[in-house]
């Protein structure tokens, strides 16, 4: 049965997204509006499966919600210290800088969503990823400390990450 599952069923999760999207969409929640996403859910996903990465192994959904949060948290406060940057800090006293994160993390997925939320935290950006995949280069806007963002960094994130992706 798990075989015929997951063949019918390549990605249950964007399945469930595409139906709920779909019927959102619609703007008319209606049965028939429901089994038609419900469709798309399962041959969208089914007929890309073959370009899709396997999944990663050993993936903690409880601990990817807890590290949401937490990411959003800091969303929300690194958009007042830019803000706050932003209005008190003349341009000749800003103190960019650019970072070189040395990597733990191996999976692809894990290193991607390291990227974007340094990217998606205002006052930083992912500029680049080794040939390697050993190091990532960040620029930070602001900062008296370079090693302390970057050991920010392995402790907040990367380190959450590794402990999802085990």
Same mark, same amino acid.
């Given at each position: 049965?798990? +075989?015929?599952?997951?063949? #019918?069923?390549?990605?249950?999760l ?11 969409? *619609?703007?008319n ?7 038609f996403? %419900?469709?798309l ?21 409880? @601990?990817m ?8 948290? $800091?969303? &929300?406060?690194?958009? %007042? *210290?830019?803000?706050?940057?932003? &209005? ?5 006293? &800003? +103190?960019?800088a650019?970072? %070189? ?18 990217? #998606? ?6 500029? $680049?990823?080794?040939?390697?995949g050993?190091?990532?280069?960040v ?7 370079? $090693?302390?963002?970057r050991?920010?960094?392995n $402790?907040?994130? *990367?380190? @959450? &990450? +590794?402990?999802?992706?085990?």
């Amino acid at each position: 049965m798990s +075989k015929a599952y997951r063949w #019918l069923l390549p990605h249950p999760l964007l399945t469930l997204l595409l139906a709920v999207v779909w019927t959102l969409l *619609q703007n008319n929640v209606s049965a028939g509006m429901i089994v038609f996403g %419900v469709i798309l859910g399962v041959i969208i996903p089914w007929i890309t499966s073959v370009w899709w990465p396997e999944s990663p192994r050993g993936f903690h959904m409880g @601990r990817m919600i807890r590290y949401s949060i937490i990411v959003i948290w $800091d969303i &929300l406060v690194a958009n %007042v *210290q830019v803000a706050w940057i932003v &209005l008190t800090v003349p341009n000749s006293r &800003l +103190k960019p800088a650019w970072i %070189v994160i040395p990597l733990e993390l191996r999976e692809p997925e894990a290193i991607t969503l390291l990227a974007g939320t340094i990217t #998606l935290t205002p006052g930083t950006v992912s500029a $680049d990823l080794s040939d390697e995949g050993h190091s990532l280069l960040v620029h930070v806007l602001h900062t008296d400390d370079p $090693d302390a963002v970057r050991e920010e960094i392995n $402790d907040r994130y *990367q380190r @959450r &990450l +590794k402990e999802i992706f085990q």
